[in-house]
């Protein structure tokens, strides 16, 4: 990656990234129906990926 072609984050970007996934988790922790909002979070999380040409099924943690 060469960060003169913008492949980089910004700090700021980054932050909102990490406000944006903390408040996904206490959505998770918070929801009434917890597996439903898994769910949500999962078909969200996965077309973002996609745009991105990432297949999730393909990823290992």
Excluded: C
């Excluded at 996904?24 to 040409?53: M, S, Y």
Aim: aromatic residues 6%; hydrophobic residues 40%; charged residues 25%.
């Amino acid at each position: 990656m060469n960060p003169t072609h913008g492949e980089y984050m910004t700090e700021n970007e980054l932050k909102t990234i990490l406000i944006q996934q903390y408040a996904d988790l206490l959505r998770i922790k918070t929801a009434e129906n917890r597996d439903h909002e898994l769910f949500w979070q999962e078909q969200v999380l996965k077309a973002k990926l996609q745009v991105l040409g990432v297949s999730a099924e393909n990823l290992e943690i």
